[in-house]
Structure formats: C-alpha cells, structure tokens
C-alpha cells in the first residue's frame, strides 16, 4: 500500500478528510479490503450491542436456579426412596432368626444385593452435581460475556480453585465408556506391589 | 480378622453410610462409627482407636485423599488400614491414592463380595 500523503501539522483538516485523502490513494484491490474491513466492523459493533442487550436476568434468576432447584429435588426423591428400600431391607433382616436355615439365606442374599442396588443413589447424586456445576458454569460465563459489553451487569465471582491434590482429583463418576472397572484397578494396584 | 475392630466409615453420602454399616453388619463387624467428610473422620480418628478406615474420596471439606495423607502423617495412626471406595475411577486417581499410602482401592458401584475381599486382605496384612 503506498504511504498516505503527509498531513502537515496544525492545519485543520477534520478526520474524514484525512481518510478521504487517503483512499484516494488505494488500488482497486486495496479499496475492496478496506470496505470488507469497515463492514467487518460494523458486524462487531453491532454483535456486540446485541450481546450488551442480551437479557441474561431470566436465565440466571429464573431458569438455571429452577433447574438446579428441581435436580436437588431429584436427589432428594431418590434419597427418600433409597431409606424406603433400606428400612424394608432392615425389617427384613430381623425376620431372618425365625426362619428355616435354606430360607434366611435366601432372604439374606436378597438384601444384600438391595443393599447393593441403593448405592445408585450415591452415583446419580454425584452425576446430578455435576450437571448442576456445568449449568453453573454456564450461567457464569453468559454474565462474564454479557458484562465485558454491559458495564452494568454485575459479574459474578469465580469459582476458588481446587486447592489440594484430592479436590483437583474429585471429579465424580465418568462416562460408562471410560471409567476402569474394579479388575482394572485391581491389576493398577498389584503393578505397584 | 478381628470382626471387634474399630471402623469408621466415611462418606457424605448418608444413604451410602447406612449401606456400608448394614453390608459390615453382614460381615459380623458391630463397633461401626461413622463420620461425612475427611475433618470429622480426622477428629474421630485422633480422639479414638480405630483399626480400619473405609472413606470415599469426593467430599468437601475435606477429601478422602487428603485424609488419608493426613493419617499417613500423623505417628499414631500412620499404620492404620485405609479403603478407598469412590466413583472416581480414573487411573491418576487410583496412582495417587496408592502414593498417598491407601491400602486398598474400590470403585462404585461395589458388592459385598468385593467389600468383604478387600477387608479381608487389608486387615491381613494389618
């Protein structure tokens, strides 16, 4: 591009004169640049009107908490369900004395494995935790995008960092697809002995 | 093994306490205290004398990890066994419970079977 012609000092030349000047110019390739870059900044100023008048208030005050709010009542109606179960179980127990040997182990496996069955409620109440933090997340970075164009929106505060080793590490149950099974850890442990 | 030993169990999970010292009491362990997150075991376990500790690790606020360093640096109860059981299932997990000194590792969900084998070959070699 070939230098624009020098504005001499003082005079009073207003700026779209100076630009008009410097246009004047510009080759034909250099002219379709300069217009893609103008419309270019057009689009921003005006993404970034749109984003300072996003209204972030019905998702922050209205929809993410009455997610979070109906996750924990999940969690809670599994809770209720699983003492339920454990309560039975737990009766069912004390009746074990008073039957035949053949029948009080049958009885005796099938509480355990209902035992067993209710740790569901640890592993969905810790997936539900998660998909609540995520939604959090969400709701954080909606502020944080609408309050850098919106100096109005108050920005929240951000999540403490994990500060030890354990809490770095304590992320929940994984996906089916990728979480090591009991024999798999088994095997971790004994290549350490 | 002992069956009159001390457990403490931990986990911030009230119905998963409540299994656990049901699945022991199948297993003949009655003297099962139990604390939900690492600080409360920690109190628990400098105030007593406990022979087997069975914690998760994701809780706040303290860890399952950070209390089994935590044991493992403390001169009384530094030789004391230590399950892990959690859904944290990732091979940097199991790594830095075992560097950490935990005595056995077992993912959720678990069985009884499981639960009784480890118990077993943790308080063997206790």
Known sequence: MPDATPVPAGTD?????????????????ESALLAELE???????????????MRVENVDATHLPAATDELDEVVRSTADAANEILDVCEALETLQPRLDAEA?????????RIYEACGFQDITGQRIGKVVNALKEIERRVRDTTGRYAPSAALP?????????????ANGPQAAASASSQADIDALLASFD | ????????????????LR????LLKQLDFSNVEEATDGQ?????????????VISDWNMEPMTGLDLLKEVRADARLKSTPFIMIT??????????????????????????ETLREKIEKVMAHA
């Open chain 1, 13 to 29: 030349m207003v700026r779209p004169e100076v630009a008009l000047q410097v246009m004047s110019h510009l080759n034909r390739t």
């Open chain 2, 19 to 22: 299994i656990i010292r049901n």
């Open chain 2, 40 to 52: 409360e075991a920690l109190s628990k376990l400098r105030a007593g004398n406990f022979g087997l």
């Open chain 1, 157 to 169: 505060a951000r999540h403490a960092p994990a500060r030890t080793e354990g809490e770095r590490l």
């Open chain 1, 104 to 112: 009080a182990e049958v009885v005796g496996g099938c509480v355990t």
């Open chain 2, 1 to 16: 093994m002992d069956k009159n030993t001390n457990v403490l169990i931990v986990d911030d999970y009230k119905t998963m």
């Open chain 1, 39 to 53: 419309s270019l900044g057009r689009m921003v100023a005006a993404a970034k009107e749109e984003i300072a008048a």
């Open chain 2, 87 to 112: 859904a944290e299932s990732k091979t940097e997990n199991v790594v830095a419970a075992r560097a950490a000194g935990v005595s056995n590792y077992i993912v959720k969900p678990f069985n009884a």
